[in-house]
C-alpha cells in the first residue's frame, strides 16, 4: 500500500483538471483496501474509489480526502472448454488488456469495446459499452470490499441493476459503498455474427472484411478509434463528454419531426416482454448544431468525433462547466433535447443507509 499527499487530481485524470486531495493510497492487494479503509476512517475522512481516471473529472477545490486507486492486477482462468471461459479479472487491469487477451484466445463478448480506456474495475460502474456491446452482457459477478459492514463480498451481476451507463455502483442509495477488487466474466467461444452496429458494419464492408472473428472485430473496433479519438495518454479528453439520449415514442416523434434520426431497436425488458428502444446519436446532435470542430473556454469539440471534448489549454473545471453549458444550450435551442454528461465528477460519495445486511446483495 503506498501513501502519498497533496497530490493533484489533474494528474490522476484524463481530462488534466482538479485540485489537490489530501492523501493517495495506491492498492496493489486485496488485502490493502481495509487498511486503507480502517486509515480513512481514523483521519475522519471521506474516500473517492478511482481506477486510470479516465470517465471522472477533477474539480478546482479538489477532494478533501482520500482518493484509493485500484492497482490489482492478475488474470484467473476459472474454467475453459472448447465453449466457454469463465475468467477473473484484476479490478486494476487495463480494460483493453482485458480485451486483447480474451479476443486472442478466440472468445467473443467483448471484442466490439476494444480500446475503450479505463481499468476493468470501473467498467460496472459505468456499465461501459460500444458498438452494441455492454459489460453487463458478460459479467458474471464481482469481488468488492463493502465500505459499510467492512467485509469482503461477492455481488451477482443480476444484482447491479445495470441499465445504459448505470449501476448501483454509481446511482442510488449504494452510491460509493463498494471498492470492486475482482470481475468474472463469462466469454463464448464463437464468432460474432451480423448484424453489426453500423458504422463498424459499414468499416468492415469498406475494408472487405468477412472472416468475423474477435480479433477481426478488434481489428476493426481499434482501428476505427484510432482515427476518430484521441488517446487519452497524449491528449487531455475523457472519452465520451455527452450520452447518448433515450427517448419515450411521443418523446421520439417530436424529435423526428425536428429532423433528429432516431435509431428504434427491438429489446426485451426483465421479465421477456418486448419493448422499441428510441436512441438518438447526441454526436449527430451536436455536429448538426454546427459545434463539430469549435472552441469552447479551452475546450474543442472534436473535429473527428463530436462527442469527445478535447482540452487544448484548460486549467479550470469552471471552464469546463462553462464549455458544458454553451454546448448544451446550443443544442436544446436547435433541437429541443437535453445533453447529459457522461463523466463524474470527484467529490464526496457516501452511501445513504448505515447498516446493511449481507442478504441485501445475495
Sequence with gaps: MKIRENVNLSELTTMRLGGPTDFLIE??????????????????????????????IGLDEGFPGIIIKNNIKGFKILRENKNQLLLKVGGGEIWDDFVEFVSKKGYSGVEAMSKIPGT???????????????VKDTLVSVEAFDTLIDEFIEIPASKMDFSYRHSIFNSGKDKGRYFILTCTFRLDKKNPEPPFYKSLQ?????HKISAYTPETIRDAVSNIRAEKLPDPKK???AGSFFKNIYLDASSAKLAEEKGVPIRKTEKLDASGKKYIEYKVNTGWLLENAGLKGKTFHGFKVSDKAALILINESATSSKDLELAKQEITDQVKKKFGLTLEQEPVEIKEEKPETNKVQKEDIS
Design 120 to 134: 476493468v474495475g470501473a467498467a460496472p460502474v459505468q456499465n461501459i459499452g460500444a458498438y452494441g456491446q455492454e
Design 235 to 237: 491528449i487531455p479528453s
Design 202 to 206: 459499414s468499416y468492415l464492408d469498406e
Design 27 to 56: 492498492i496493489d492487494t486485496p488485502e490493502e483496501i481495509s487498511d486503507a479503509v480502517e486509515f480513512a476512517e481514523e483521519k475522519n475522512l471521506p474516500v473517492y474509489f478511482l481506477g486510470a481516471g479516465a470517465n471522472v
